[in-house]
């Protein structure tokens, strides 16, 4: 029972569940601005830094990560393509963005009122516009992790910067 336990064990420390590399479709960004561009690059780097990412088909087919992630937006739908860190191809998740507009369009206005105010206006209005900024995300974080239930075991955190990624393909010059 002991040597069970060890393997079991061994196993568990085996086990990365997470994202090991991030890649948009850059068909799909039509524009970018620097403020987005610097987004964009921050939420990949935390994304990789730190994140939890579990496709719980692949892992049940014994695949235990690290993924490498390709996201884009094909027809209106959310195609998050994962593949093993070799880069072989585990399983191709699609979902609808028809409930992610409104979070989507509350976050653009929200960062251009906010990128606006870093460069005229008061400290207090930057933070306030900033809470709200925080709020939007936050929400829209929390309507991932409900679409992916089921689908992608993750945290709050990977959702959050998951929904930056999702923003930055949504652009449109």
Known sequence: MPEAF?????????A??????????????????????????????DLIEENRFRPLRAHAAGHEG????????NDGRLVL?????EQRPLETLVLG???????????FAICES???????ATANEIETIDMARRGVHNEAAELLLERL?????T???TARRLFTLICVLHIRG
Not at 6 to 14: C, E, G, H, V
């Open 66 to 73: 690290p993924y490498r992630l390709r996201l884009a937006v």
């Open 6 to 14: 060890a393997f079991a064990k061994r196993a568990s420390l085996m």
């Open 97 to 107: 963005l028809g409930r992610f507009r409104r979070p989507i369009r509350e976050y």
């Open 16 to 45: 990365d569940p997470r994202i090991s590399h991030i890649e948009l479709d850059e068909a799909t960004i039509l524009w970018r601005n620097a403020d987005i561009e610097q987004e964009r690059r921050i939420a990949i780097f």
């Open 81 to 85: 393509e994962i593949a093993d860190d």
């Open 155 to 157: 945290d709050f955190a």
């Open 149 to 153: 239930e089921g689908k992608v075991e």
């Open 114 to 120: 906010y990128y606006q105010a870093i460069r005229k």
